[in-house]
């Protein structure tokens, strides 16, 4: 968000790194910040603030050198997070997807819970649509209009084992590991393109145009994504 990247390599005491990505060809490691969270785990930008989806629950902090924490939510493990507006939704793994309202982060409410068959384990959000990874299920789409009461839009059944998903106003990307990272066209569904990796690709996430790929036993990969769904290696 606004140029800034937050990795989150590994366990404890692995520091939670920030880089500055306003020049992607040149990224500057501006800080790193105490890791009190367990292991790298998923992580959601919105406006100002920082989410992150712990081995001890939801926990907001606000962007910056030092950031602090501003709330939480639950003490359990939650597997992905993703925003749309001040509306969170977390993944509890077998327990479903909490829908949560961050608004103001000291005090958050859970507004309801979705529960569906299977293990939601990637989640990512578009406007007002909410794309779940469903592990060996594919990937379900739901509109969010009312965030209380999800309605399903459709599901992608061709794509197992998702290991992450970032949406991009009408483009989804689509971690599948040692598969590397698919892209599709939403809605509809029509796959644009794929990026192949040696190693796997365990997270991805969108900067603009241009797609951050956590790879494998190599480090963050940056692509630009043309609108047909051309890439270029940065």
Known sequence: ADGILYVCPGPAPSTLRVFDLRN???????????????????????????????LKGLRILGQGKQAQELGSWGNRGIASVTLAGDVAFASLGG?????????????????????????????AAA????????????IRMFDVTNAVGLAQLGSLTQYP???????????????????????????GGAELGRITSETGIRDVAWHGNTLLLAEQGIGIRMVQVDPAGGTKEL
């Open 24 to 54: 992607p060809r040149v990224p500057v490691e501006t800080a790193d910040l105490e890791n009190q969270w367990g292991w790298g785990r998923p992580l959601a930008l919105s406006g100002d603030k920082l989410y992150i989806a712990s």
């Open 95 to 123: 327990a479903g997807i909490a829908v949560l309202d961050t608004s103001v982060p000291g005090k958050v409410r859970e507004l309801g819970r979705y529960s569906q068959p299977g293990t939601p384990f990637a989640l």
């Open 127 to 138: 406007g007002q649509t909410l794309f779940v990874a469903d592990w060996k299920h594919g």
């Open 161 to 187: 084992q998702v290991f992450a998903l970032a949406a991009s106003r009408d483009m989804l990307a689509v971690a599948l590991g040692a598969e590397g990272v698919v892209l599709v066209r939403f809605p």
